[in-house]
């Protein structure tokens, strides 16, 4: 059954373009490398939640969980907390449509 990830993050101010060329240059195209597909991001522009929502989608709960545990995963999830705050991640069942 397919899994999907999701994160969610607020953007340090002092950082944004530096986090923007990040996101477009690393973050994205390396969760592609890593067998996470279908990649949105999601700007939250009214509410009382984080920022910036990211989903991917990936064959199986145990694929996106190896995936986890892997150097480059961790890699990737310490550089991306170097350019924001309130950082979380969960698993879940990929179903049709928008998911939080």
């Known amino acids: 059954m397919p899994a999907k990830l999701i994160m969610r ?3 340090r101010q002092e950082m944004e373009s530096e986090y923007f ?4 240059h690393e973050l994205i195209p390396t969760l592609n490398k890593l067998g996470i597909n279908d990649i949105q991001v ?3 522009a009214y509410g009382e939640c984080e920022q910036k929502m990211a ?3 990936s064959e199986s709960a ?3 969980l190896r995936t986890m545990r892997t150097a480059e995963w961790h ?6 907390q170097g ?8 698993v879940i069942p990929a179903t049709r449509g928008f998911q939080i």
Request: hydrophobic fraction near 45%.
């Open 42 to 44: 999601w700007y939250t």
């Open 75 to 80: 890699s990737l999830t310490d550089k991306l």
């Open 62 to 64: 145990e694929d996106l």
């Open 55 to 57: 989903e991917g989608v």
């Open 9 to 11: 993050w607020n953007v």
């Open 83 to 90: 350019y924001v705050v309130d950082f979380s991640q969960k």
């Open 21 to 24: 060329e990040f996101l477009v």
